[in-house]
């Protein structure tokens, strides 16, 4: 098994800055597609940006690209998403999501096996 552990969330004006980072343990991170995922009241949990298992390949919703990035370490088994001009529509909660078919990046929820508890991102008008 793999427990997630989200942090970094919070209020920011829009325009600002987050930068949200999710821990794992329990089994081969590196061995893992990484996504992070966002759930906003009354919404769909809905697709943000994928990271393939060594990192090369980086994939994003277009709501957010150019703005959003996604890294991992595979050293310290973290994945991150960098968050840049935000927007009150990115308010949201964040998910970090781990998928063992690392050879399909996917960008619904069903194929993700393991889920961290979500942190929350508002941003203010």
């Known amino acids: 098994q793999v427990q997630l552990v989200e942090s970094g969330g919070g209020l920011v004006q829009a325009g600002g800055s987050l930068r949200l980072s999710c821990v794992a343990s329990?089994?081969?991170?590196?061995?893992?597609?990484m996504a992070w995922f966002r759930q906003a009241p009354g919404k769909e949990r809905e697709f943000v940006a994928a990271i393939t298992w060594g990192g090369s390949n980086t994939y994003y919703a277009d709501s957010v690209k150019g703005r959003f990035t996604i890294a991992r370490d595979n050293a310290k088994n973290t994945v991150s998403l960098q968050m840049n001009s935000l927007k009150p529509d990115d308010t949201a909660v964040y998910y970090c999501a781990g998928d063992t078919n690392f050879r399909v990046v996917q960008r619904t929820t069903a194929p993700y096996d393991y889920w961290g508890q979500g942190t929350q991102v508002t941003v203010s008008s």
């Open positions: 329990g089994r081969t991170f590196s061995s893992l597609t």
